[in-house]
């Protein structure tokens, strides 16, 4: 193994754990920065032997050290998470590039993983990712930058479009500007040229899930809420990892 990858598997849990932390806190507006870590049931503060990513969970087997109580599977997972996008940057990237890609596939993680709890994809994480696709072009592949840019926009701008779309013929919002944000995101990093991929791909993962919770057994009207973020965060990251679709027709 590399030894930038080695590095970046390395360092992917502690990221993961405060990420972990980013997705608890910034849709409650608390500080996720300077805010000691606390157990969930009874608040006690927690040490540093308590926070090593995934081997603290494993030898505490899931508990609190203080009461005993449950502490959740989200933090192993999320953390994990973050090791899964090291691992599959590392397999396409090198350099630079690869930790440029890797914190773009963990703020994708944080932000599906906000949407999927909050219904919200909040606009500190949302907004940068435009401005930094553009920057990552300009220093790998400046010939790419144009497309970038008609990407960053013309995500924006469909999706707003779709939006509106869907409000009149239905008489309710159903997608939110957050989704518009995001996608304007994506397409600063996958370019026009990969929008479509990550339309088409989100859209066939967010029926996929819709029709598994049917099949077992949960009712889904075309009411009820969809936190479509998560979808296109996923299809996002492999369009990035992957490139665009390729039809044999």
Known sequence: MRAEVTAAVVAAPFIGSFLGVVVQRLPRRE???RGRSRCP????????RDLVPLV???????????CGGAISLFYPAIELAALAVALSAGLVFSGWLLWASCAFGWVLLTLALIDWREYLLPDPLTLPLAPLGLAVAWLSAPEDLVDRLIGAAAGFVA?????????????????????????????AWVGASGLPSVILLASLLALAVAFGRRAFGDKITATDPLAFGP??????WIVWLCGPLVFPW
């Open 159 to 187: 999706f707003v479009a779709i939006a509106a779309l869907y409000r009149r013929g239905r008489g309710r919002e159903g997608l939110g500007r957050g989704d518009a944000k995001l996608l304007g995101g994506l397409g």
């Open 41 to 48: 049931a009874c608040g006690a503060r927690l040490a540093a």
């Open 56 to 66: 603290s969970w494993m030898w505490l087997r899931g508990r609190c050290r203080s």
């Open 231 to 236: 979808y296109l965060a996923l299809a996002g």
């Open 31 to 33: 500080d996720f920065v």
